[in-house]
Each structure stands twice: as structure tokens, then as C-alpha cells.
């Protein structure tokens, strides 16, 4: 079974603070990515990473970086965190390529408050 | 617009009835639609794929795809309390990484 674990479930920060959250999965996966996920507002893709050393931005990515130093690590940093930020914070991977729909599995989620 | 339009909810139906679950988009280009089940403070699991119009079941889940209206739905059969659950739809372009998802309908199964 593919697992893609979150570095912590609960966080609690204070504005201005640098912040990192860690995802991991085992599955040798190329494609990893970062979601926030606020209510109604669904999950919105912050970065996602094609494979080792490449991101690309998604649809919501001020105030974020990422990070891909190794393929089963993908981290992501909230540079100088504000209380706008406050959001529960999901990865997830996927296999690339192939010729099939390959599906992304997600982590548990951490949730993320910032005072 | 939104991509994907999903109503949010919550929706409260007693055990043993069929359950209906809509959204809408505005993409012509989608092609793989999905849909994935949310337990409360747990990550979105993969419940049901389907790449073309038409009906696709698993068990007691139906899922149904209508290119022409631009219109999918998740049915659910003979629902159970552990179905309680938010259930959010994502649809995709074939080998595109980005996934539009719906903002997800609350569920919840009475016993």
C-alpha cells in the first residue's frame, strides 16, 4: 500500500514565524503536491512537483515556497506565516506517466493555526 | 467561475436510503473524473474513477458521467452510517498533473 505521511497532524505557529511542513511517501512516486484545503473552498493546489529538483506553481502560491531535494520528500515552507494561512494542509503523490489514469494518494493532513 | 461546482451540504439521510451526490463543470477538456471519499480529520481517499460517459459501479456505488451536460454524480445504494463521510469530485485532463476538485459534500448517514 502506498503511504505518504505528514511530518506532524497539529501545528500551532505565530505570525511572522517560518514554517515547514514535511510529506513523505514510499511508493518511489514521481509527482508530489500541496493542497490547502479550507471550508468551501475545496482543496487548492499550492505547488506540485514533477520529479526531483522541479516545481511548478499552483493555483494559490503567494507565501509559499517548496522544496524537492530527494524523490520521497517534498516540503513545503510558509516563509513569513500570517493568520490568512491558517488552513489545514494536505499532500499528496501520484505515479507519472503511463498510459492510464494513475491516481494521487493524499496524507493525513496537518492542521495549521497561526496566531 | 469555478472550474467544479459541487454543493457543499451537509446532506442528512436516514440508514438504507439512496443518496445522491452532483457536480457540475465547466471544461470540456476534463477527461478522467473522480471521486473521493474524506473521513473527518483524515486525508481524501480514491472511492471511484471513470473515464467516459455512462455508469460505472463498485459495490453499492454507482458512478455516472454525462459529458454533454457537463454533469457527474455518485450514487450510493442502501447507505450506512460509516458512509458519513465528505465526499469530493476531481476531474482531470489525460497526463496532466493538476486535479480540479469540487469543494466537497458533507454526508451524513443516520442510524
Known amino acids: 500500500d502506498v503511504k505518504v505521511t505528514q511530518s506532524s497532524r497539529y501545528l500551532v505557529k505565530r505570525t511572522g514565524e517560518k514554517v515547514f511542513l514535511e510529506c513523505v511517501q514510499d511508493m518511489d512516486h514521481e509527482n508530489m503536491f500541496w493542497y490547502r484545503q479550507d471550508p468551501g473552498l475545496g482543496l487548492r493546489l499550492i505547488y506540485f512537483s514533477y520529479d526531483v529538483k522541479m516545481k511548478e506553481k499552483g493555483d494559490i502560491p503567494e507565501g509559499y515556497s517548496v522544496s524537492r531535494e530527494k524523490k520521497e520528500r517534498f516540503s513545503l515552507i510558509l516563509e513569513s506565516a500570517s493568520t490568512n494561512q491558517t488552513s489545514m494542509y494536505l499532500c499528496a503523490s501520484r505515479l507519472a506517466g503511463g498510459s492510464s489514469y494513475n491516481e494521487q494518494f493524499f496524507g493525513p493532513g496537518t492542521r495549521l493555526t497561526v496566531l | 467561475q469555478k472550474e467544479v461546482e459541487q454543493d457543499p451540504g451537509p446532506l442528512s439521510v436516514p440508514e438504507g436510503a439512496i443518496v445522491s451526490l452532483n457536480c457540475t463543470y465547466s471544461?470540456?477538456?476534463?477527461?478522467?473524473f473522480m471521486w473521493y471519499r474524506q473521513y473527518s480529520r483524515k486525508g481524501p481517499e480514491l472511492l471511484m474513477y471513470?473515464?467516459?460517459?455512462g455508469n460505472k459501479e463498485d459495490g453499492r456505488f454507482t458512478a455516472q458521467v454525462d459529458k454533454s451536460s457537463k454533469y457527474i454524480s455518485l450514487f450510493i445504494r442502501d447507505s450506512q452510517p460509516s458512509d458519513s463521510a465528505t465526499y469530493l469530485c476531481a476531474m482531470t485532463i489525460y497526463n496532466f498533473n493538476k486535479f480540479y476538485f469540487g469543494s466537497g459534500t458533507k454526508l451524513n448517514v443516520k442510524p
Open positions: 471513470t473515464y467516459s460517459s
Open positions: 471544461n470540456s477538456a476534463f477527461q478522467y
